[in-house]
């Protein structure tokens, strides 16, 4: 469900009572649900009926119920009613609260105590074999989001926080206890962030610490829609997700009176950040000025040799140390050391944690984010996996032998966009435009409605190692080439 008051109010609730909250984002169709619910082990769901966004009512509680989901509690949209049928068994939230009025209750609630390595919640990745990782936080992860913010953002009493998320991803729980733990305010905005009236919320609100997904400035930059708007309260912006760009940074930072903006990385698996901006330090757009707290990172070349600590200037896949405090120990449905460790190389006698990221190490300690090394990707913040969508695209037409999707930064830089690359089977010559409907069309449908498939380039074959490994980033630099050449000769 939307992050709006119910979904914290539950959300805290499930903790409080000793129980584990598993988050879902509410874009995710049926099936996606499905397998979380089924590997969680959910005992109940807290959803709302319906979105009403941009005019439009997006179904809530139908995809639940397609899902097959147990008992579902329902939270109105507009807090008061819901004209839906339930499913027999399922209650609204009125009903669901009127059924402890008659439980005698003391007048202050103390939380379940629980050991520091117990699980408070359930959060989903997507991995490269198609089924999402399922990660549990410990009492460790909320401690970390706290320490992060008010170390990195910043964050402190008397600040008023909005980020635009969903808790069914790491920033949302990120910022929840950024504030609350730090002593500031919770701003949530329900509605959609796409418009002005978001940037009235932000105006209104007095908002200090504005948190952004570099997709959305893009869309604010180019729609126009946050003109004549006062952000001046804004102290600080911060941007996390997909990589950013120079010039876009830039129109952010001159929203707020030229307001310094953060960039954050972190992973959900890592309960926070390990790279990130801080106002201590000299910042430059679109770039990381330091690790984060208990971090120390390796950049590793394409051999998985580090590079010494000395040559500042390089670029290749980051690799961490072991131990970083809120990090995640388990797997609900894979081997954790298998996922994170197997295979990397070792630091004074213990092996790296692998992570996945492709980062330029700058002269003077600076970092830029070029993508992922492995077959994930980041797509309008949201991690997606490349086999979950080549699944997808390759029943997306009869036509199709075999695909391959691949995120690649436009020229000017910034979030990643989605190209899928394909062979044809002998017989059939269907156009890129074609192929592209057929494709973006089953993405939508069968992963995520957010999801938008920007090219399709064809190959007749892929390249391949001696093993018949796809060499993914050869793939996507062939693509990157030839999108950018078409996109050149149109100008």
């Known amino acids: ?33 499905a397998v979380r619910i089924r590997i969680s082990k959910s005992k109940a769901i807290f959803t709302q009926d319906i979105i009403r966004r941009g005019g439009k009512e997006l179904p809530l509680y139908s995809r639940v119920v397609e899902a097959r989901a147990p008992l579902v509690i329902v939270i109105p949209s507009d807090g008061k009613s819901s004209c839906l049928r339930l499913r027999g068994g399922d209650m609204v939230w009125r009903e669901f609260v009127t059924r402890a009025e008659h439980v005698s209750r003391p007048d202050e609630y103390k939380a379940v105590v629980q050991s520091i390595d117990s699980h408070t ?32 953002l910043d964050a402190r009493e008397g600040d008023i926080i909005c980020w635009p998320t969903n808790l069914g991803w790491v920033v949302g729980h990120l910022v929840l206890y950024a504030a609350f733990l730090n ?28 948190g952004t997904v570099p997709s959305l400035v893009k869309t604010w930059k180019t729609s126009g829609c946050m003109a004549n708007l006062d952000w001046s309260r804004i102290r600080i912006f911060s941007s996390t997700g997909e990589s950013s760009s120079v010039d876009d940074d830039l129109w952010l930072s001159a929203r707020g009176g030229y307001k310094p903006v953060l960039e954050c990385c ?35 070349d394409y051999s998985s040799n580090s590079y010494r600590p000395d040559e500042a200037a390089c670029t290749g896949e980051v690799a961490l140390h072991p131990h970083i405090f809120g990090a995640s120990s388990t797997l609900l449905n894979a081997d954790h050391y298998e ?3 197997q295979g990397m190389p070792f630091f004074n006698g213990k092996p790296l944690r692998r992570h996945g990221d492709i980062f330029q190490r700058f002269h003077g300690a600076f970092y830029k984010a070029y993508g992922r090394s492995d077959d994930t990707m980041n797509l309008g913040g949201i991690k997606a996996s490349a086999v979950e969508i080549e699944q997808i695209c390759n029943k997306a037409h009869d036509s199709v032998q ?64 001696p093993s018949n490994k796809l060499l993914r980033r050869v793939l996507r630099v062939e693509c990157a080439k030839i999108v950018n050449s078409k996109q050149r000769s149109r100008l």
């Not at 919640?121 to 008010?150: M, V, Y």
């Not at 972190?266 to 679109?286: C, D, I, K, N």
């Not at 010559?429 to 074609?434: G, I, R, V, Y």
Request: charged share 10%.
């Open 1 to 33: 469900m939307p992050m709006n008051v119910h979904a914290v109010t539950v959300y805290l609730g499930i903790i409080l009572a000793g129980c584990i909250a598993a988050c879902i984002p509410d874009s995710f169709v049926a099936n996606e649900i």
């Open 121 to 152: 919640n359930i959060l989903f990745s997507s991995g490269t074999t198609g089924e999402p990782k399922a990660i549990p936080w410990t009492q460790h992860a909320p401690l970390r989001c706290a320490a992060d913010a008010w170390a990195h």
């Open 183 to 210: 002593g500031a305010t919770l701003a949530l905005f329900n509605g959609s962030p796409l418009d002005q009236e978001f940037g009235k919320f932000v105006q209104d609100a007095n908002i200090s610490i504005l």
């Open 266 to 300: 972190g992973g959900t698996e890592l309960g926070s950040m390990y790279l990130a901006g801080s106002l201590v330090q000299p910042q430059a757009f679109a770039t990381f000025s330091t690790l984060g707290m208990t971090i120390k990172a390796f950049i590793l």
């Open 339 to 341: 996922v994170y460790f």
């Open 402 to 465: 075999e695909t391959a999707a691949v995120a690649v930064q436009p020229p000017g830089g910034g979030p990643d966009e989605l190209l899928i690359a394909a062979v044809l089977k002998p017989g059939f010559n269907l156009s890129t435009k074609e192929l592209q409907k057929f494709f973006h069309s089953s993405v939508v449908s069968n992963l995520n409605p957010l999801f938008k498939v920007k090219a399709v380039v064809v190959f007749p074959e892929f390249p391949r190692t």
